[in-house]
């Protein structure tokens, strides 16, 4: 069976494209921008265009893997696995044997072997969820992760990676954190594009006002 698939593009870009996804017995089979999007028209990037290739690249890790082999060129650098301070582990001199398939639940339970340790030896709080944005899909974007860390009790980190300079340019000169409505650009006098390339890094500007 084939359908057609409405959705748009959760990456923290954050256009949110509209994205028609053709999906035929299961499998996605094309995906191209939205042409009836008021403000994207159809438009994806490059990265996002390819999206297909990427979901079912070969390539792409699947299951859990563990390292077991030193991290770098061979000799160059020094690796204690399960956080074992000297433990021994075996010279990578070939990139493909540096990884070892695992089951999940041999992953899991490392995971909450090793989050145990660190919580009784140091507290909860000596861990830290390190992330941001990504992808901005309700389930990925802040919401699981948020309530397991919350649950653990671990360290709270202010998710503003990459933001909090592009905020505090924002209110230097503006005074205030506001983007612009797509609608309105038309009606700018003078717009500068600083240190951005517009037909690469904000796509969506440049058709407004060209
Ligand atoms: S420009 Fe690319 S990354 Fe941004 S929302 Fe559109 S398809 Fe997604």
Excluded at 22 to 29: N, Q, S
Excluded at 48 to 77: C, N, T
Excluded at 87 to 99: G, K, L, S
Excluded at 150 to 176: F, M, N, P, W, Y
Aim: overall charge positive; some cysteine; hydrophobic content about 35%.
């Amino acid at each position: 069976m084939k359908q057609v698939v409405h959705g748009a593009c959760p990456h923290d870009c954050p256009d949110a494209c509209g994205v028609l996804i053709t999906v035929e017995d299961g499998r996605a089979t094309k995906i191209q921008g939205d042409p009836e999007h008021p403000v994207t028209r159809g438009f994806l990037c490059a990265k996002v265009a390819k999206y297909l290739d990427r979901v079912y690249s070969p390539d792409r890790v699947l299951y859990p893997m563990r390292r077991i082999a030193a991290k770098g060129p061979a000799g160059q650098r020094s690796f204690a696995p399960h956080g074992q301070p000297g433990a021994a582990v075996p010279t990578q001199t070939d990139p493909t044997q540096a990884w070892q398939r695992i089951s999940w639940d041999e992953a899991l339970d490392e995971i909450a072997s090793r989050f145990r340790a660190i919580t009784t030896e140091f507290g909860s709080e000596a861990i830290l969820p390190y992330s941001y944005g990504g992808t901005l899909g309700t389930l990925n974007g802040a919401f699981m992760d948020r309530r397991f860390f919350h649950r653990l009790g671990a360290s709270q980190l202010d998710r503003t990676i990459c933001s909090a300079a592009g905020e505090a340019g924002l209110k230097s000169v503006l005074g205030v954190k506001l983007g612009t409505e797509p609608e309105q650009f038309r009606h700018s006098k003078y717009i500068i594009a600083w240190a951005s390339n517009i037909h690469g890094n904000n796509v969506h500007l440049w058709p407004f006002i060209t």
